[in-house]
């Protein structure tokens, strides 16, 4: 049990310092950096992945753009791409970090609210047109509503795998949790490596929480009864 006594000691050791809770270098400075870094990133990605999901879901054309976003979501190399775009722009910005976490975050929203408009149920579309409303109606007072907890699960998905790779920032020069990884593997601090891994983890699962509980806001009681039914 060697390993977690080491495991301990080193998070004992990184938590313990009190240089790691002030200054640039501190553990509130580097949250916030990571926040910024994901949140605009996430931002970024609902806005072009949701309103194009809704369209291609609700007029059915351009479902071969949704296929090839799926395949790219398995395919894209992050860090590959971090490169690249920090050879083309420079590191004098954080867009060479934000572009690749962007293309990573944009396929996960996009399937999930495609499949999600695509995917309510043909007599709840037809009633809404009998009903006299118009396809925008349709769309943003019927099939949205009930497509919502779809929508809501790309953006979760997407958000943690943002949170999990934003650390490649740190490979630029940026800030971010991913500091304490890449300066404790380049300086043998293996207690920085370790206490950086657990607030990543642990910004990760607090991001996945929140997301839970604005399911539970947002989805209307009916959606959500419908689907414990199913």
Wanted: hydrophobic fraction near 55%; charge should be positive.
């Amino acid at each position: 049990m060697s390993w977690l006594t080491a495991f301990f000691s080193w998070l004992g050791e990184f938590f313990g310092n009190p240089e790691n809770w002030s200054g640039p270098g501190g553990i509130p400075m580097r949250l916030l950096e990571h926040l910024e870094f994901s949140a605009l990133a996430l931002a970024l990605a609902a806005l072009i992945a949701v309103p194009l999901g809704l369209l291609i879901g609700h007029t059915g054309r351009g479902e071969v753009l949704v296929v090839v976003s799926a395949n790219l979501a398995r395919a894209l190399p992050t860090l590959g791409l971090l490169v690249m775009f920090v050879l083309l722009l420079g590191t004098a910005s954080i867009w060479p970090v934000i572009i690749p976490l962007v293309l990573l975050s944009v396929p996960p929203i996009l399937v999930n609210t495609f499949e999600g408009i695509k995917g309510v149920d043909p007599e709840l579309r037809d009633a809404a047109y009998g009903m006299g409303l118009r396809g925008g109606q349709v769309l943003l007072r019927v099939l949205v509503p009930v497509a919502m907890p779809l929508i809501l699960l790309g953006c979760r998905l997407s958000a943690i795998q943002v949170v999990a790779t934003t650390t490649v920032a740190a490979y630029t020069g940026l800030g971010g949790l991913g500091r304490y990884v890449i300066d404790g593997f380049a300086t043998k601090d293996y207690a920085s490596v370790v206490g950086g891994s657990v607030l990543i983890v642990l910004f990760a699962l607090v991001v996945q929480i929140l997301f839970t509980l604005a399911q539970r806001v947002t989805v209307s009681p009916g959606v959500s009864q419908r689907l414990k039914v199913r």
